[in-house]
């Protein structure tokens, strides 16, 4: 079975991983990629996502916080803002993120007017990254 390297490295951590793999699925700004091996050369920005690797016969996932990822033929690269593997992610923090974005969304999109004091656009980026790690920890948000 055909392999390709896989490199995700962020400011903080360095190397988060680093290994040969069947396919990756992720999600860049213009939607999901799928990538196999031999792929044709690619440069894109990355947004908060649960990253899907497959090695062989086994799936695991990664959060991603955004950055960017460059495809060649033979090595697939992605310098994140931040990555996690599952182990690393606090659950209950994530839950408790997840909420309080969910209810500033939420309130800003009933009655904007009265809520000008919510950056919207922040609101929903920690929305998008609380949602992918609960997701990467396997648990299912709206």
Sequence with gaps: MSTILLEVA???KGDVY???IVMLITRSIVGDL???PK???LLTELIPHAMR???GGTETQLFVSGGFMEVTPDKI???ADSAENPDEIDTERAREAYKRAKERVD???SAPKSHEDI???RAEASLARAKARLLVKGENVA
């Design 10 to 12: 962020t400011p903080d």
């Design 18 to 20: 680093k290994n040969g």
């Design 34 to 36: 799928g990538i196999l």
């Design 39 to 41: 792929h044709a050369r």
């Design 53 to 55: 690797i497959k090695e």
């Design 77 to 79: 690269t992605i310098l």
């Design 107 to 109: 309130a800003f999109k």
């Design 119 to 121: 950056d919207i656009e």
